[in-house]
């Protein structure tokens, strides 16, 4: 007889569902950057109207957030994350429809459905990826799933690119005809169709399992969220969720601004598609490969310390690229994902130490601080469209590094002192 408590007994399966979200969540979130560049070719956009795609994703996370905890706290985990994925299946099948009747407004109507399902499985899922097994191991679960996040990540611009950045308005000879229009529209529609199926049979195999979620994760029902509003009381978690904004819009500003840059003259003037391979591998990838690095790093360095090397050198990696062109701005932009890859969950580790008010409020106004990727790709834009070039568009994400550092220092100082105060009050 197993007489093991139920939420510690072996639950494989359902875990291996519940990394595939990570997966999924990656995927179509790096669906987005070469999706710009498709939408601003078929609808003749200019490069900030065509960054709105961007903002339609990310300014979810601010909207959601909130009634995504409720949501959580109300349905459970198995329940709320098939909500979501629910969610998102409708948002990939209105794709079509806002391609159907040509109009770049239901095309961002459904990108913000999409997301604020995403919204609700992050919410829901990495909880429950530490949740399923002993705790003792918990750490180890959420860094394998958040592996795989970063796998979708890596290929969504390479397989976005291939569907998305050829043929119809993208073919080496193309005049934008209405044919050649429809044809690019119609992978439009292709790519979210097939991603939203991989959401609608994800949820299909979760249904089948959410007794086995629920049983493994009986005595561990989510709380209901706290409003982040309490956390404007902690200087600290203001300082992280302000760190949050600029961090997220600094990574999902130069994602959208790289398939441009690296097929322009001012970069490596490669094919569009060519473009987006280069991004899925060397960009995201190099951040997949920089949270298993980092992680190592992590045990022997204290986190405000490597944190203000990867700020600075970020940093510095930016303004290179305002400052030249061709293969030494592309891989400097390039290499910035690298040294993005710690960032996110640092800052996020550090903020709830330092923050005086309570976890969950802490956590949830560090969740709204995602919207910063709605608001700085535009910027990015308008920049690029009133220089008349990529390049300068990447002062915005150096802007947002230079906060990172003063950020990172901080902390880094916070330590030396509370080092300094153990070590006195051990003589």
């Known amino acids: 007889m197993n007489t ?44 900030a109207e065509a960054m709105l795609t961007a903002s339609a994703w990310f300014i979810a996370y601010g909207v959601a957030s909130l009634p995504a905890g409720w949501i959580l706290s109300r349905l459970g985990y198995s329940r709320a994350i098939i909500a979501a994925l629910g969610a998102m299946v409708l948002g990939c099948v209105l794709v ?15 990108l913000f459905i999409i997301a604020s399902g995403v919204t609700l499985l992050q919410v829901a ?22 592996a795989f996040n970063s796998l979708g990540a890596t290929l969504g611009p390479v397989i976005g690119s291939t569907i998305l ?3 119809g308005v993208f073919a080496a000879d193309a005049v934008i005809t209405p044919a050649a229009r429809g044809e690019s529209l119609r992978s439009i529609d292709f790519a979210f169709l097939a991603v939203g199926a991989f959401f609608a049979v994800v949820a299909f195999f979760l249904w089948t399992a959410r007794r086995r979620i629920e049983a493994a994760v009986a005595d561990r029902r989510p709380e209901q ?9 902690s200087g600290w978690a203001v300082f992280g969720g302000a760190a949050i904004f600029f961090y997220v819009g600094a990574e999902v500003t130069i ?81 910035v ?9 640092t800052i996020f580790s550090l903020t709830l130490e330092r923050s005086s008010a309570s976890a969950s409020s802490t956590s949830g106004l560090l969740v709204f601080g995602i919207i910063g990727g709605a608001i700085l790709p535009p910027l990015a834009g308008a920049v690029a469209d009133a220089a008349g070039a990529v390049g300068p568009a990447f002062f915005i ?25 153990a070590a006195a009050a051990s003589d």
């Not at 990394?19 to 950057?33: E, K, R």
């Not at 982040?228 to 009381?233: G, K, N, Y």
């Not at 990172?404 to 916070?414: D, K, S």
């Open 397 to 421: 994400p150096f802007a947002g590094y230079l906060f990172l550092v003063a950020f990172a220092l901080a902390c880094a100082r916070t330590t030396r002192l509370a080092r300094r105060q």
């Open 225 to 233: 969220a706290a409003s982040p509003l309490a956390a404007f009381r």
């Open 255 to 335: 994602g959208a601004l790289l398939i441009p840059f690296i097929s322009s003259a001012e970069g490596l003037g490669l094919p569009p598609h060519e473009a987006g391979h280069m991004v899925g591998w060397y960009y995201w990838g190099a951040a997949m490969v920089g949270r298993f690095v980092g992680s190592a790093l992590l045990t022997r360095v204290p986190a405000g310390y490597l944190l203000s090397i990867c700020t600075i050198v970020a940093a510095a990696l930016a303004l290179v690229v305002t400052q030249s062109e061709g293969a030494t701005a592309a891989y400097a932009a390039l290499g």
């Open 165 to 167: 950045l050829t043929g």
């Open 4 to 47: 093991q408590p139920a939420q510690h007994r072996p639950a494989g399966l359902a875990f291996a569902y519940v990394t595939s979200l990570f997966f999924a969540w990656g995927f179509v979130t790096a669906l987005i950057d070469p999706l710009i560049q498709a939408v601003k070719r078929v609808f003749d956009l200019t490069t």
């Open 337 to 345: 994902g690298f040294f993005n890859s710690i960032m996110f969950p």
């Open 125 to 146: 899922a990495n909880p429950l990826s530490a949740a399923l097994g002993e705790p003792r191991t918990a750490h180890l679960r959420l860094t394998f799933s958040q």
């Open 96 to 110: 079509p429809l806002a391609t159907l009747v040509d109009v770049y407004a239901l095309v961002l109507a459904s």
